[in-house]
């Protein structure tokens, strides 16, 4: 039991607490010394780990955590309308090409002609639309039985009917099917030998109803008026095979692989391009 004493020594008749009997001398103060750290001890550890584990949590969440973003276009506050999004795979960076992509036959890749030197193609007695001494000349390399041939042809008469006089506008055959093709081309130059203006009626009806089918071919002369006799003969002999491969190995050489592909005042543009891209380039040389 505890019991309270005087302290006399102080003078006073104040009362002290003393340990209980049973306790030894200074095992009270020894206990506290001694309790008193290893409970610090142990806070901190306890505290330590929950850091450890608080910080690693933490951690995944942000490397699970994807801060990519995107603006939602969508949105009438599109410049502040930012939202996570998945990272997408990056795609490798591609060149531009020398004119807007179109369609075409064959492999109708961009010319990039060498500045100031513009493709020189002889076109003596190929027949053409438009002014025989107009400032600008147009140059096409074009095949019957290419549907984008035929697709441009559209943009081909605005560009004559808007343009006139102040165009040339020249045709020149390019084979892309091979036999397939081959008669059709023979059978424009058999029908330019009885004019031009039977060169443009074969022309239009050929892009009308394509064809390489030589008693097809023949059947269309008839009804276009051409002199079937010597048109049936120039076709079957094969008399101006080598004049189509004379405009083919002059397409190559100026860099046509593929049609339709034409050449204003000897720049390239190819493709079925819209008429925009034709109008931009003749008034480009019309302005010098």
């Not at 102080?10 to 009270?28: D, K």
């Not at 006799?229 to 076709?235: D, P, Q, S």
């Not at 190819?270 to 891209?277: F, K, T």
Request: some cysteine; overall charge neutral.
């Amino acid at each position: 039991m505890e019991e309270h004493i005087r302290n006399n020594d102080s003078g006073t008749h104040g009362l002290a607490h003393v340990p209980h009997a049973n306790t030894r001398p200074g095992e009270a103060d020894s206990n506290a010394m001694y309790v008193l750290p290893f409970a610090i001890v142990i806070g901190m550890l306890v505290l330590s780990m929950s850091i450890y584990y608080s910080a690693g949590g933490i951690t995944s969440a942000i490397e699970a955590k994807d801060f990519s973003a995107k603006v939602n276009f969508n949105s009438p506050n599109a410049a502040a309308a930012v939202v996570p999004s998945p990272a997408a795979p990056s795609a490798p960076a591609r060149a531009a090409p020398s004119v807007p992509s179109a369609g075409g036959c064959g492999n109708p890749a961009p010319i990039k002609n060498t500045p100031g030197e513009p493709a020189k193609l002889d076109i003596t007695g190929r027949p053409f639309k438009g002014s025989a001494n107009a400032k600008v000349t147009i140059v096409e390399f074009a095949e019957f039985l290419c549907p984008y041939c035929k697709k441009v042809e559209p943009t081909v008469n605005q560009v004559v009917q808007n343009y006139q006089d102040k165009v040339k506008f020249v045709y020149m055959n390019y084979n892309i099917h091979g036999a397939q093709a081959q008669k059709a081309l023979e059978g424009a130059e058999c029908a330019l030998d009885q004019g031009q203006d039977k060169f443009w009626a074969y022309h239009g009806a050929m892009y009308a109803n394509p064809t390489g089918d030589a008693a097809a071919i023949k059947t269309m002369a008839s009804t276009i008026g051409l002199d079937t006799t010597k048109f049936n003969t120039c076709l079957d002999t094969g008399a101006k095979a080598s004049v189509v491969s004379a405009q083919q190995a002059m397409g190559s050489a100026a860099g046509v692989s593929g049609t339709p592909t034409f050449f204003i005042n000897g720049q390239p543009i190819v493709g079925a391009q819209p008429y925009e891209n034709f109008k931009s380039l003749i008034d480009a040389e019309l302005a010098k």
